[in-house]
């Protein structure tokens, strides 16, 4: 009886590995059948073609799609996967590294799942975090595998819907992300390309070196504080020039005193300096014997101030260096001779413009790059109550940041824009502060950076100066 059991036993061991052997065939030939129809779209497929809408988000979203949601990490990313209707499919999250290895292995999990449910495309949702998302992203659109991005607040937000807790962690962060994916609350990513990833690149170090710069300065500034207090009166602008051609040679006022006015001139003509800086070296004297700074430590606080004001210079050499390419590659994009035709917005501006805003076509309206730079208005409004209007600063900081010295610059240097915003802030029926006029002021340069770009017209001053309605004007319409 024993013996007839065992044999039994074995004999259905061996029937199940046989059926699972041949599950895993019929496994293996799914998975080829989703892989070969897997097809990725980005946002040139569904963004260029009109305005994608939350119900065309929502049709995007198909019954035989998978759809993952993938919490990034600095070394580590965790993804879940649902289906349309918000089952989940995988038993728990799935840890993958952000390596090539990881990828495939993150693909390979995805698409069994697929396989086993149904499924033939997949979409891949992600909260984008810093930098670490761009290798992942690119790397699933380049196999197949459709790529959305979150809003990390919206996720913040839901993370109680799921199972009533306030908690946020890297494995209930997927399921969430991929809620808000079959909800259609996503975004399609942009990664900048061709030549606007190269402005993107140099925007982005030209604004980490100008940060670098003025760390230096500031620590330069506490240096002349102790050994020098009286250097604004002496110097003016320590970053000068003549200053840093000084101060790399000693800041100690008793060594600039022994240097004398000629001592200081000759510094300035073997850096071969040319301007009225020379006529300050008797100031810079003067103010050096009066000096009350500290006497001790100065061996020390000179080298400092040295090595600071050198570093300065670098600064200034690689910015300009930087600020060249940039200018360059600006002036590549088409009709961008026409936009240095409003006075004020120069190359500089416009080439931080051009790099956050990146390729005009991903736009349909105006609206949506305001909205991208944080600038489109909102209000808090309930029943009675009327929240203030304001904008909303969410969005590319640095693009705001550009707009905003655009419309300063040009209320500054253009006629035009001048009267346009005296006339904000002026007139008889909500006047605006002037703060408020610039922003609007950036709105209106923007409107006239896209249309410039879009349509490739020519810049026409005259067609600002419309929106100001003058007295007699508006009698006369309220006359009609």
């Given at each position: 009886m024993n013996v007839k059991t065992s044999k039994a036993k074995k004999q259905v061991k061996v029937e199940n590995q046989a059926i699972n052997l041949l599950?895993?065939?019929?496994?293996?030939?799914?998975?080829?059948?989703?892989?070969?129809?897997?097809?990725s779209y980005t946002w040139r497929e569904l963004e260029t073609n009109g305005k994608f809408t939350k119900n065309d988000k929502l049709s995007f979203i198909t019954d035989d799609m998978l759809i993952a949601g993938c919490d990034i990490g600095s070394e580590t990313h965790y993804i879940r996967a649902i289906d349309v209707r918000g089952r989940e499919l995988s038993?728990?999250?799935?840890?993958?590294?952000?390596?090539?290895?990881?990828?495939?292995?993150?693909?390979?999990?995805?698409?069994?799942?697929?396989?086993?449910?149904?499924?033939?495309?997949?979409?891949?949702?992600?909260?984008?975090?810093?930098?670490?998302?761009?290798?992942?992203?690119?790397?699933?659109?380049?196999?197949?595998?459709?790529?959305?991005?979150?809003?990390?607040?919206?996720?913040?937000?839901?993370?109680?819907?799921?199972?009533?807790?306030?908690?946020?962690?890297?494995?209930?962060?997927?399921?969430?992300?991929?809620?808000?994916?079959?909800?259609?609350?996503?975004?399609?990513?942009?990664?900048?390309?061709?030549?606007?990833?190269?402005?993107?690149?140099?925007?982005?170090?030209r604004d980490q070196l100008a940060e670098d710069r003025i760390r230096n300065i500031n620590r330069l500034h506490r240096e002349l504080k102790i050994y020098?207090?009286?250097?604004?009166?002496?110097?003016?602008?320590?970053?000068?020039?003549?200053?840093?051609?000084?101060?790399?040679?000693?800041?100690?006022?008793?060594?600039?005193?022994?240097?004398?006015?000629?001592?200081?001139?000759?510094?300035?003509?073997?850096?071969?300096?040319?301007g009225r800086g020379y006529g300050r070296a008797g100031e810079i004297v003067n103010c050096a014997e009066g000096s009350v700074g500290l006497k001790d430590g100065t061996s020390v606080g000179r080298e400092a101030v040295k090595w600071f004001a050198e570093q300065i210079r670098k600064l200034d050499e690689q910015l300009a260096q930087?600020?060249?390419?940039?200018?360059?590659?600006?002036m590549e994009i088409p009709y961008a001779e026409n936009i240095l035709g409003i006075r004020g917005v120069g190359e500089n501006i416009l080439a931080g413009i051009a790099a956050?805003?990146?390729?005009?076509?991903?736009?349909?309206?105006?609206?949506?790059?305001?909205?991208?730079?944080?600038?489109?208005?909102?209000?808090?409004?309930?029943?009675?109550?009327?929240?203030q209007t304001k904008i909303s600063h969410r969005g590319r900081k640095r693009l705001r940041y550009w707009l905003f010295q655009a419309a300063k610059s040009a209320v500054s240097h253009a006629d035009e824009f001048k009267q346009l915003h005296e006339y904000y802030t002026t007139r008889a029926r909500n006047p605006l502060k002037k703060m408020q006029s610039l922003i609007v002021t950036a709105?209106?340069?923007?409107?006239?950076?896209?249309?410039?770009?879009?349509?490739?017209?020519?810049y026409d001053p005259q067609k600002l100066l419309k929106d100001i309605k003058h007295p007699e004007t508006a009698l006369a319409q309220m006359a009609v």
């Open positions: 599950s895993k065939e019929e496994l293996s030939k799914k998975i080829e059948v989703v892989e070969k129809g897997l097809r038993r728990g999250a799935f840890e993958f590294s952000n390596t090539a290895e990881g990828f495939e292995n993150a693909k390979a999990w995805v698409m069994e799942l697929a396989a086993k449910n149904g499924k033939k495309q997949i979409v891949l949702g992600l909260e984008p975090t810093g930098h670490y998302w761009f290798a992942l992203a690119a790397w699933m659109i380049s196999n197949g595998i459709s790529v959305v991005q979150v809003n990390p607040y919206a996720v913040k937000q839901s993370k109680e819907i799921e199972d009533n807790s306030q908690l946020k962690d890297d494995r209930k962060d997927p399921k969430l992300i991929a809620n808000l994916v079959k909800d259609g609350n996503y975004g399609m990513p942009y990664l900048p390309e061709k030549i606007y990833a190269d402005m993107r690149r140099l925007s982005m170090f020098f207090p009286e250097y604004m009166d002496a110097f003016g602008k320590i970053d000068g020039a003549f200053a840093l051609e000084v101060l790399k040679v000693s800041c100690i006022p008793s060594e600039i005193t022994e240097l004398g006015t000629e001592g200081l001139r000759k510094i300035w003509h073997d850096a071969k300096l040319r930087i600020e060249s390419i940039l200018h360059r590659k600006c956050e805003m990146g390729d005009i076509s991903r736009f349909d309206d105006v609206k949506e790059i305001q909205k991208l730079s944080g600038m489109s208005l909102v209000a808090c409004s309930s029943g009675k109550h009327r929240g709105c209106k340069i923007l409107r006239v950076i896209y249309t410039i770009l879009k349509t490739g017209t020519a």
